[in-house]
């Protein structure tokens, strides 16, 4: 009986101890607050672009900043991986100026990070896209690497030149008859065969054999990066009932009053 109780005055004490921890560090890893989280910048011909990002120190003490320069890209399952500057066929290594690159922030001071962009020469038009991370290295050490821990707060920048190509493709419907009471789920394949990243809304009407509307719903939107292809998956909105449909497909793009519209008989036994 002892021994059980000293047991859990340890692990009371271990889960204490670990309370602390993220009591004090989880503010000291939130003390910077970067914006805007993303820029696009549409280049105009011969000229130099610009932009600028604000940083705000919402710490409590006096920190060292620096800025850096990362590639990124998306993964199968459209999470985030980032690369060393330069490692990408679309970096910004290279053509993008920072200024100032490291600073001193006091408590409740802000800093405007400037930047700009020279357009590459001698190539086919293309994106270019980076991760500008603010960094700034804590007190706290790494037990794996002994080193310190760093906190990085990014803003995603897209550089777009003049004459980028878009090509945008809807390759595929397929329908999984999911069983009662869900309803039936989508899969979208897309291909963007373009030099440039698009941003798109998805809109569906479904109508029976009779023409009449049955069903219709809106997503949110996302992101298909150049040279990819994507499968996207929902479900839709009700259940449908056995039967014969034509699934009309609408995809809207961002800045654009661009439509790309797809009618697709599907069959739902």
Aim: charged content about 25%; overall charge negative.
């Amino acid at each position: 009986m002892f021994s059980k109780i000293n047991f859990l005055n340890k692990l009371w004490l271990v889960c204490l101890f670990l309370i602390i921890i993220l009591v004090f560090t989880l503010p000291a890893a939130a003390t910077i607050r970067v914006e805007p989280s993303r820029i696009i910048l549409n280049a105009l011909e011969r000229e130099r672009s610009t932009g600028t990002v604000e940083v705000v120190n919402n710490g409590e003490e006096e920190i060292e900043l620096t800025t850096v320069l990362y590639d990124w890209s998306l993964d199968e399952r459209d999470s985030v991986v980032v690369f060393e500057a330069g490692e990408t066929e679309y970096t910004l290594d290279g053509l993008i100026k920072f200024n100032p690159r490291e600073f001193t922030l006091a408590p409740g001071q802000k800093q405007i990070v400037r930047f700009t962009v020279s357009s590459p020469e001698g190539e086919t038009p293309r994106e270019r896209r980076g991760i500008v991370f603010v960094e700034h290295e804590t007190d706290l050490i790494d037990d794996a690497t002994g080193s310190r821990v760093k906190t990085q707060i990014g803003t995603t920048i897209y550089y777009i030149p003049v004459g980028v190509k878009y090509n945008f493709k809807f390759t595929g419907l397929r329908v999984f008859n999911s069983p009662e009471p869900m309803p039936q789920g989508i899969s979208l394949r897309i291909n963007n065969d373009g030099d440039g990243h698009m941003r798109y809304y998805t809109s569906y009407k479904i109508v029976n054999s009779n023409n009449e509307l049955v069903m219709e719903d809106k997503l949110s939107q996302l992101l298909i990066l150049p040279k990819n292809e994507r499968y996207f998956s929902f479900y839709l909105k009700d259940r449908l009932e056995s039967g014969n449909y034509n699934f009309m497909l609408e995809f809207s793009f961002y800045n654009t009053d661009r439509v790309a519209e797809y009618q697709i008989p599907i069959k739902i036994e």
